[in-house]
């Protein structure tokens, strides 16, 4: 299978009549396993609804999904939360964790949830917070920890479950550029996994550098598609701007338009 999401013609529309919103009007697009995909675009523009859709929370009016060769609509509801149960991660703006349970605890309680006994869930844990280099505060409250760090938990919690499709609603919005380079930098090494696609929904530029592609989401369309290879960090910093970069895609690094 070449591409583990995929969209054709779907739409989205809440309200009816003329106080109808038109979310999503008739969206194309492939996302390939191991990359880096954005979604950038003004507020309003169809983008939330589009990542909500693709990790099962919203269910399109028209079109078709296929998840991994799986098209969702012809499952039940029981079969759709088992599904993304295993297979989908998302790490919201918010980072939501439970003030009264420690670092290892938020990573291990949907894994509990899920039924999974409590030592195997904190093994997992573990692991996970290994992966988002959080170990050494794995027994902290979370109102102990910076923002950057309670993100880094975050993330932990929705890769804790080895999903396929991981989904980051602005993940760096609420950082200063530091704490927001090492969390795009986790996502990063998080995404080129073998198996696994990474969606991230941003306005913030400055990040724009650790994408694969970049596609400008307005009016619920997808108007521009633009494909680079990612430059690691050290070399993106000191890189002179491409003549050729569309404006305000740049950050150091070289675009090419696409499609």
Known sequence: MDHPISLR????TFGEGLTAVHALRGINLDIAAGELFMLIGPSGCGKTTLISIVAGILRQDAGELRLFGEDLRTMSESAQADFRARNVGFVFQQYNLVPTLTVQENVALTLMIGGLPRRRAMDRAADALFDVEMSDRMQALPNSLSGGQQQRVAIARAIV???RILVCDEPT???????????????????????RALIVVTHDNRVFKYSDRIATMQDGHIVRMVRRHFVPIDQADN?????????GLADGAAFAPVG
Do not use: Y
């Open 161 to 163: 479950h080895n999903p």
């Open 9 to 12: 013609k779907v739409v989205k």
């Open 173 to 195: 919005s609420a950082l200063d550029h530091e704490k927001g380079r090492q969390v795009m930098e986790i996502l990063r090494a998080i995404a080129i996994k073998p198996g």
């Open 239 to 247: 890189a002179s701007p491409s003549a050729s970069v569309p404006v």
